[in-house]
């Protein structure tokens, strides 16, 4: 008699390729995706080793994190050495024959982006990369994880890696979400109830009536904080919404490839019983907009809330907050949409239809950094940079752009900034800014206001 298993069950045991001593294994891994940061290193090392990529077809690289998103852009950055990061990747990838996405090309974005715009993740596939939101893909029903740059080297020279078996969890989020609630919110509420320890190393099933109501880009969005809620990996069991999402992809299966793909695909549900390491239940109705007052995402409370009474004084100290302050009205300086968390083109509707007719506050900066060049080219078509221009937000060439700082562009410094990105510690956006975290929609009603805003009031 078979017990029932798990989607993740499922997806480790059709990648074991042996089982190692102390509870890891060797698990065969599907796709690897690079980008210009950690790309170079990792591709020189392993040719300077004398050591070849077993499947060159199955490595992917892209030029996304240091890359200047200014209008007119070249390989010049403002990031101190950015330049080689990026042609010595590009010499790196080329001499090593995978798939490399430059500058310039018409694919380029973040790879958390362009990965499902493109299928190089499918259901059931194992992927990896030197990036922690990694499991941000999981969204489509992969098993995908961030990794090292030598556990990169290792990835391309054997098609392996040894890991860790983790616990599975499964987060439940019942019922849906009340008006102007999103996937960001679903993530910080999350985050906030059960702190930013709460995924233990986990690999987490998003599951429910809410989750299953998400399109894939909302998807994305929720499995994108798992490493925020310090879990392995995030992913969602694949429906006919990732079906059709991923049909006539540039790499997902074509033909009678596509028919039987998809009816393995159907295949890959948390069977009926099985059983998971812990789970949590959220009521989706609950959940309010939601935006982090720390400098940490479990940091974080309703838009209309107050600081906690006995909120701990080093991040308050760092934020300018006090105890029991309304983070509604709190002045800002700038407002930034960008990153692997909301930055594609549903995200940006949302954000742009609330710009219509309006401008944002004379002493805000504002920046919108579309996640691809196929979400820029999108949202051109369909006017949304138009509005964002006339509001008075900066509208950029696609990258990661503000999301972190490595000694680039910046807001200046001891500016206190509403942003659409994941994580909020001292300095992740420059010297001194003081990060809130919130969703798209959250970061446009506050540029407008010029203060922390509810964008409730303005989608009424």
Not at 5 to 32: M, N, Q, Y
Not at 266 to 294: K, N, Q, T
Request: negative net charge; glycine residues 10%.
């Amino acid at each position: 008699m078979t017990h029932p298993k798990t989607l993740f069950d499922k997806l480790w045991e059709a990648h074991v390729v042996a089982d190692l001593p102390g509870g890891a294994s060797l698990i065969a891994i599907d796709r690897i995706f690079l980008h210009e940061r950690t790309g170079a290193a990792a591709l020189k090392s392993l040719a300077e080793a004398g050591r070849a990529i077993v499947d060159p077809e199955r490595v992917f690289c892209v030029v996304d994190h240091i890359v200047d998103t200014r209008p007119g852009r070249t390989d010049r950055t403002l990031v101190p050495g950015g330049q080689a990061f990026i042609t010595e990747t590009r010499a790196a990838a080329r001499a090593a024959g995978i798939n490399f996405i430059d500058v310039g090309d018409p694919r380029q974005g973040i790879v958390h982006v362009i990965s499902p715009e493109l299928g190089v993740v499918l259901p059931g596939a194992t992927l990896i990369a030197p990036d922690s939101h990694t499991c941000t893909q999981g969204a489509l029903g992969a098993l995908a994880w961030g990794i090292g740059s030598s556990e990169a080297e290792h990835a391309m020279a054997t098609g392996t890696l040894r890991v860790q078996r983790p616990a599975s969890m499964r987060v439940r989020f019942s019922g849906r979400p009340g008006f102007g609630v999103t996937p960001k919110d679903m993530n910080l509420a999350l985050i906030a109830a059960h702190g930013s320890g709460g995924g233990a190393g986990a690999a987490i099933e998003y599951a429910g009536e809410a989750v299953e109501a998400l399109d894939i880009e909302g998807r994305l969005t929720l499995c994108n904080m798992a490493t925020e809620f310090a879990a392995m990996t995030g992913f969602v069991a694949p429906d006919e919404t990732t079906f059709a999402y991923l049909k006539e992809r540039t790499f997902a299966p074509k033909g009678e490839e596509w028919e039987a793909a998809v009816a393995a695909w159907r295949g890959l549900r948390s069977d009926e019983g099985a059983a998971f390491d812990r789970e949590i239940e959220i009521d989706a109705a609950s959940i309010a907009p939601m935006i982090s007052w720390g400098t940490n995402p479990e940091a974080a409370l309703p838009i209309d809330g107050r600081v906690p009474d006995d909120a701990d004084p080093r991040p308050l100290g760092y934020m300018e907050l006090s105890r029991g302050q309304r983070l509604e009205g709190t002045p800002i300086d700038a407002a930034f949409i960008g990153s692997c968390t909301n930055s594609r083109l549903s995200d940006l509707r949302r954000a742009a239809s609330l710009l219509r007719g309006r401008r944002i506050a004379p002493h805000v900066r504002a920046l919108c950094v579309p996640g691809s060049t196929e979400v820029k080219r999108a949202a051109e078509a369909e006017g949304l940079d138009r509005l964002f221009v006339e509001a008075g937000f900066e509208w950029r060439e696609s990258g990661c752009s503000m999301c972190f700082y490595a000694g680039g562009e910046s807001f200046p410094a001891g500016s206190r900034v509403v942003s659409s990105t994941n994580r909020n510690f001292e300095g992740r956006q420059g010297p001194r800014i003081k990060t809130h975290i919130a969703s798209p929609e959250t970061v446009v009603a506050s540029a407008l206001a010029g203060a922390i805003a509810d964008p409730r009031e303005l989608a009424r």
